[in-house]
Each structure stands twice: as C-alpha cells, then as structure tokens.
C-alpha cells in the first residue's frame, strides 16, 4: 500500500509567488518523522526540513514551512516568495520504525518549474 | 564540514564487467545507506547499515549486488556482472542515529552499463 502519496507530479508557478506541494501518508505508528528533500538537475538530494509527529509547532526553515495537519495526515511543504532556484524535484519522506530499526518511505517527487 | 562523498561520480562500463561504488559517510554518523534512483522506480533503498552491521538488505535486486562496510568511514557497493538494467543514479546516505535521523545523501554515482 502506497504510505506516502504526492498527488502533484508537477507544478509551474510564477516567480515570488508562494508554492504548496502536497504530500498524504499512512501510518499506524505514533511516532514518526516527516522530511522533504529537494533534488535539482544537478542530482544531489537536499535535506530541507523536518517534522515529528509530537511536535505541535509547524517546522520551518528560512522560505521552508511544513504545514502539519496530523488529523488529515497531512505534510505539505510550503515555499514562500519562490525563486528561479527552487525549480527542482521534491520528495516527502517520512520515517517508518521496523522494529529497533527504521526505513524511510518516499514518496514518487512533485517536479515544481518556477517560471520567471 | 564534509559531507558524504562518493567515488566515482560518473561510471560507463560494459556489460558483464564487475562494478565498485564507493561511499565514506559523514563522521559519527552510524548508520550507512545504500540507494539506486532510476525514472522508472524512483527511490529504491537497496541495503543499510548500523553500526557497520548490515541491518536490511531486502531491496538488493540480486546476487549480483553486493554490500559491505569493513569500518565506520567507508562502505562499498558491488555489482558483478553489471548488466544494462543495473544502469542508475547510486546513492549513499548517512545518518547520526539521534532522534530526528535524518538521512543526508552523497552527491550520488551515475552508473551506465552499455
């Protein structure tokens, strides 16, 4: 079964505007983690931000939020003021325990083109 | 701080010829992951490591994969006898183990086997 669901393959958006990437996922534990990776034409992955389950305040770093919404379970990564440089695939994640030990599940990438 | 590096970054090889992907993580992280990135699959993670021990090695295609990690700075991917099909974008992660685990990823090896 599909645990993590990115329902946008691609989006284009317009230079300075705000950007929401959706990402749904399936779980039963009550602990787990929520990540989004950024991966450019160059091919690195990115790590951009973080999100526990147990974490009441929604995470952000710089332009990067993550709207948690854990009822719907929910995860989008939101891009405020986007820019040329935030064309690129992105990849929610989230982290599944197995046991003592622990699997990311990925999602299949929303590809976001920023139009200038 | 270096992040994780990866040797070579780019690989052509001929079919049938035996393949060796390189990785050192990130120092004291100790857990070690093996990724293969290709359009028609995505993400697939094919082996990880804790503590130098591998923990799940489910998503090696097949024998002719294989994984070690003789310490905790340096890890290998092999493919013997590489095939057509085995041509991918390779990645290696590494992570601290802390709470949060997050999973920070090489520059990747572009593999091509002709």
């Known amino acids: 079964a599909q645990k993590i669901t990115q329902t946008q393959p691609g989006m284009f958006v317009q230079e300075k505007e705000a950007v929401t990437l959706d990402c749904t996922y399936d779980?039963?534990?009550?602990?787990?983690?929520l990540f989004w990776y950024k991966q450019p034409s160059s091919g690195e992955m990115i790590f951009l931000i973080y999100?526990?389950?147990?974490d009441e305040q929604n995470a952000t770093e710089g332009r990067y939020s993550l709207n948690f919404q854990k009822a719907r379970k929910s995860a989008n990564l939101v891009i405020s003021a986007s820019q040329l440089g935030d064309s690129a695939m992105y990849f929610c994640a989230m982290r599944e325990h197995q046991g003592s030990n622990y699997q990311l599940i990925w999602g299949a990438g929303t590809k976001l083109i920023i139009k200038p | 701080d270096a992040g994780v590096i990866q040797s070579p970054r780019h690989e052509v090889t001929e079919m049938g010829q035996e393949v060796t992907l390189r990785c050192k993580p990130i120092s004291g992280h100790n857990s070690l992951f093996w990724y293969r990135q290709t359009m028609m699959r995505g993400l697939e993670l094919l082996i990880y490591?804790?503590?130098?021990?591998?923990?799940?090695d489910s998503g090696m295609p097949e024998d002719r994969f294989s994984a070690k990690m003789p310490n905790a700075s340096f890890s290998t991917l092999k493919i013997q006898p590489s095939e057509p099909r085995d041509s991918a974008v390779y990645f290696c992660a590494s992570s601290s183990g802390d709470l949060q685990e997050t999973q920070y990823f090489g520059p990747g090896t572009r593999l091509l086997v002709l």
């Open positions: 999100q526990g389950s147990y």
């Open positions: 779980t039963s534990d009550q602990s787990y983690g």
């Open positions: 490591f804790n503590n130098n021990v591998p923990i799940d």
